[in-house]
């Protein structure tokens, strides 16, 4: 009777050891980040890597520009993430508006480059990476709903 439940144990770890390594084979540890990049060409990665380098000098440029009560502000742990944007907002010169209104603008052609040469296949794939990520989000206990606009 002991010997069954021995035999029984062995083939049941068997089993859910097998079953572990069909899942790991199926579901890659590869993120879907990654996948995206991977099925992107030559052009559109050095796009993307222009684009980060771009946004990263703007960024330098903007942090340069802030007077040390502004950085203070961003700093002060009592407030919250919302309050830091409002006040700072409040507190921006002209020259900051400048910069940081170029930077939207340069962003924004930047993306329509980058769309415009897409495939049709990189943008559903895309498409498909980006909605399988808002269920996950949408599923894990803990969170707040989406907002509406990533609801859709």
Known sequence: ?????????AILWIISVSAGFTYAQVHPGISKREQIK???????????????S?????RKAFKASLS?????MLEN???????????????????????????????????QQFRSTLTMQQKQFMKKAYFNR??????RPGLKRLPRRLRR
């Open 54 to 58: 771009s946004i990263a000098e703007t």
């Open 134 to 139: 808002m269920e996950t989000l949408d599923t």
């Open 1 to 9: 009777m002991q010997y069954r439940y021995k035999i029984l144990t």
């Open 77 to 111: 742990s009592a407030l919250s993430i919302e309050q830091k944007r409002a006040n700072l907002k409040a507190t921006l010169n002209a020259q900051q508006k400048h910069i940081l209104g170029e930077n939207q603008q340069m962003r924004l052609m930047q993306r």
């Open 68 to 72: 040390k009560e502004q950085i203070e």
């Open 38 to 52: 991977a099925n992107l060409t030559a052009e559109q990665k050095s796009l993307l890597e222009a684009n980060r």
